[in-house]
């Protein structure tokens, strides 16, 4: 059994968080709103995905990647997370800042690819219209500042919370990629009109510099709720469930503790 290298687990990292903003930004950008001409009618017909498709694409990145890369990372792809699970003592604090770094590039190369492909089409203007976080003016629904920073808080909170629980060794096999991923579907449902729904500094990051349009100058907000509310939900998990497993992390990385071969068996031979 082979234990991940800090680089691979960063490689997965990097892709996981690339395809989170490359995809839940992308069906919103390119997807959300599409009118096709009917002929027949003389009208237009609305093909579009809408909010409910959106906050779908959301969730199924981080489903698939999970189940693609999170044998090797823990599939994080979000700052947040990667705090919200250290302060719950099942991550090393040493790796944090190497996590976070990667994230956050990986989320700028998917916020890049978004903004390549949306310029090739004619009319197009990225400046306010890249997904981007935001509140009061910025707010898909006019949403104040602390309205935003409490939902943005509490639904991170709530999203760690699923996390933590879900990769559990005593919860279903198999079954956290699904919860998890069905949970930022569940989180993007509520609070797309409240703020564009981040909980993931590295997808606002990803697209604010290239949407423009005062997301920048707000991006302190959905840096600083979503690790808020991360932090309280690892520091609470254990006492709110009196589930203690702080001594199992979630990382990808293999403790040789852990790895039981039985006698006789190569350890590396492949399964």
């Known amino acids: 059994m082979t234990t991940p290298t800090m680089v691979q687990r960063l490689g997965a990292e990097l892709l996981g968080t690339f395809w ?12 959300a709103a599409y009118l096709a001409p009917n002929v027949v009618a003389g009208q237009s017909v609305q093909l579009g995905i809408g909010f409910v498709g959106v906050a779908l ?12 890369v999170g044998h090797v990372s823990g599939a994080h792809f979000n700052p947040a997370v990667t705090i919200g699970v250290a302060v719950a003592r099942r991550f090393e604090w040493r790796d944090v800042p190497a996590y976070v770094v990667t994230q956050v590039v990986g989320g700028l190369l998917g916020g890049l690819a978004v ?4 310029r090739g089409k004619d009319g197009f203007g990225a400046e306010g219209n890249l997904a981007a976080n935001g ?16 939902a943005e808080a509490l639904l991170t909170a709530v999203f760690v919370y699923v996390i933590l629980g879900a990769t559990d060794s005593r919860a279903p096999e198999g ?8 949970a930022l579907t569940l989180i993007h449902l ?21 949407n423009g349009a005062g997301a920048p100058g707000q991006l302190w907000v959905f840096w600083l709720a979503p690790i808020f509310g991360a932090a309280i939900a690892g520091a609470t998990f254990h006492l709110i469930t009196g589930v203690d497993r702080r001594d199992r992390d979630i990382s990808g990385e293999i ?9 006789g068996v190569d350890p590396d031979a492949p399964r």
């Open 20 to 31: 989170l903003v490359f995809g839940g930004c992308g069906s919103a950008v390119f997807a």
């Open 57 to 68: 694409a959301f969730g199924l990145t981080v489903m698939t990647m999970a189940y693609a």
């Open 115 to 118: 903004w390549g492909i949306a």
């Open 135 to 150: 509140f009061g003016e910025h707010s898909p629904g006019g949403y104040s500042l602390v309205a935003v920073f409490v």
């Open 175 to 182: 079954f956290a990629p699904i919860a998890i991923g069905l």
């Open 190 to 210: 509520v609070s797309i009109p409240i703020s564009n729904t981040s909980v993931n500094p590295a997808r606002s990051t990803g697209v604010a510099f290239f």
């Open 255 to 263: 403790e040789a503790e852990d790895v039981r071969v039985a006698d």
